[in-house]
Every structure is written in C-alpha cells, then in structure tokens.
C-alpha cells in the first residue's frame, strides 16, 4: 500500500499569525485537504507558538472526530512537560518526538538514540500508557535502530532534509536514497514502521517510495503549502497523493 499522506499546517499557520487575523484558517484548510483526500493532519507546536498555537489543537482534534473519523491527527515535538500535557489533552494518533531546540526554525536532526535513550524512555512509555503510536524522528543512519524499538517505540520518522536539499544535484539525490533505503530497512528488521518527512515535494515523493516500498506515511507542509498558492489545496493534495502511488 503506499504511503498515507499527512498535510502539516504550520506553514498555514505562520502565514495567519503574520496579521493575527483569522485568516487563512488553519481548520479551514485542514478540512479542505482531508476532503480532497488526505489521510492525516500533523502539526509541531512550538513552545513560543510562532505558528501552530496551543489553542488550534482542539479545534483540529475535533474537525477529525466529527468529520473525518477516519483520518489521523499527528502531533510532533520535543518533549516537555507542557508539550506532553498539550498531547495528553489532545489525544492524537501519533506523538512524533523531535529533538528541536526551541530556537530552531525548522527541525534539522534526529534523536542520539543512544546518548538520549535514558531521556527519551520514560516519555514513550508515559505515551504508550496513553494508547498513543510514537514515532522517533531519526537521521537517515541505520546502526542503532534496535535502540528506538528497545526505548518501546512504534515507528521512526526518516529526517529527509539532506535529500530534499539535492533537488538539483541528481548524484547527491541518489546516495541520499540510497542511504534512506538502508536506514529504512534496518528499522523494518528491528520491527519498526516507517515514516519520513522534510523538504518532500512531488519531484522527489515517486522516486523515496520507490526506494522505500515498506514506507507507511509522509508528512508534509512546506512544499505542499507552496504548491497550494499555484494550484488551490485540493489539486495540490491530489498531486501529493499521486506522487505517494495512490
């Protein structure tokens, strides 16, 4: 089955928080993209909330549960206290945990699995309890994978920025897919689902699935929202899903 496609709307919601006005609407655009067919909404409050603020949370839990129970709320972050709490209160599908400082513009590199494993059990098995899926974002490096599994974790998100930043450089492209390939299928020997996201567009989503049959779900939202200012947001998730094999 190809992978599911979850649209990430922190960029929709830098874009409202420019103005502080109620547009664009983050649950408006939320709605319109599982409409058009997308499997999931992931969003990554930050703690000084410069896009997804603490208060859309409910709003997009309860636009899933009351319109499209089928479709599943992915919530990523480093996790705090008040993240854990905000995710407690939320009850996502899936918890993603990034190793983000909070003044990080972006994420840009996964977990130490090893040196951070002591930090990192206690809040999976808080997360389990919960019935929660937790995915650990990780860097596209296979050794050390067994450790996500031990730590309980359900999956790993694959961090795809270095093979996103090839997108003029074919050669580089292909070492970076190669490398994903590899990183991938280690997991899949640990007993780890896979996920990847960062700097994924509809140039580079065939050839990563290709490389990556096993590869449950791709979380996106740059791209996507850029290709939604050209081409509307249900023609832009209908491209994202093609690209993902459906």
Same mark, same amino acid.
């Given at each position: 089955m190809p992978a599911r496609l979850s649209v990430n709307l922190n960029a929709i919601a830098m874009l409202r928080n420019r103005r502080n006005l109620p547009w664009p609407s983050v649950v408006g655009l939320g709605r319109i993209a599982l409409a058009a067919g997308a499997h999931g909404l992931t969003v990554h409050p930050r703690p000084d909330q410069r896009h997804i603020r603490f208060s859309d949370l409910p709003e997009i839990r309860a636009l899933i549960d009351d319109e499209f129970p089928r479709a599943e709320f992915n919530i990523e972050g480093f996790p705090t206290e008040e993240f854990l709490e905000l995710v407690e209160r939320n009850e996502p599908n899936q918890v993603t945990l990034v190793p983000d400082? %909070? &003044?990080?513009?972006?994420s840009d590199h996964g977990w130490d699995l090893a040196g951070q494993g002591e930090f990192l059990k206690p809040v999976v098995k808080r997360l389990k309890r919960r019935g929660l899926? +937790?995915?650990?974002? +990780?860097?596209p490096e296979p050794a050390g994978l067994e450790k996500a599994r031990e730590l309980g974790a359900d999956r790993i998100e694959l961090y795809t920025? %270095?093979?996103g930043s090839c997108h003029s450089n074919p050669q580089g492209a292909i070492r970076e897919l190669e490398r994903l390939g590899r990183t991938?299928? &280690?997991a899949t020997a640990a007993g780890l689902a896979v996920n990847a996201g960062h700097d994924l567009t509809v140039a580079n989503l065939p050839a990563l699935a290709e490389q990556i049959p096993q590869l449950a779900e791709v979380s996106i939202g740059h791209a996507l929202t850029a290709d939604a200012l050209e081409f509307g947001m249900p023609e832009t998730v209908r491209r994202f899903l093609a690209a993902c094999g459906w």
């Amino acid at each position: 089955m190809p992978a599911r496609l979850s649209v990430n709307l922190n960029a929709i919601a830098m874009l409202r928080n420019r103005r502080n006005l109620p547009w664009p609407s983050v649950v408006g655009l939320g709605r319109i993209a599982l409409a058009a067919g997308a499997h999931g909404l992931t969003v990554h409050p930050r703690p000084d909330q410069r896009h997804i603020r603490f208060s859309d949370l409910p709003e997009i839990r309860a636009l899933i549960d009351d319109e499209f129970p089928r479709a599943e709320f992915n919530i990523e972050g480093f996790p705090t206290e008040e993240f854990l709490e905000l995710v407690e209160r939320n009850e996502p599908n899936q918890v993603t945990l990034v190793p983000d400082d %909070p &003044a990080q513009s972006t994420s840009d590199h996964g977990w130490d699995l090893a040196g951070q494993g002591e930090f990192l059990k206690p809040v999976v098995k808080r997360l389990k309890r919960r019935g929660l899926r +937790v995915s650990l974002f +990780v860097d596209p490096e296979p050794a050390g994978l067994e450790k996500a599994r031990e730590l309980g974790a359900d999956r790993i998100e694959l961090y795809t920025g %270095p093979y996103g930043s090839c997108h003029s450089n074919p050669q580089g492209a292909i070492r970076e897919l190669e490398r994903l390939g590899r990183t991938a299928d &280690a997991a899949t020997a640990a007993g780890l689902a896979v996920n990847a996201g960062h700097d994924l567009t509809v140039a580079n989503l065939p050839a990563l699935a290709e490389q990556i049959p096993q590869l449950a779900e791709v979380s996106i939202g740059h791209a996507l929202t850029a290709d939604a200012l050209e081409f509307g947001m249900p023609e832009t998730v209908r491209r994202f899903l093609a690209a993902c094999g459906w």
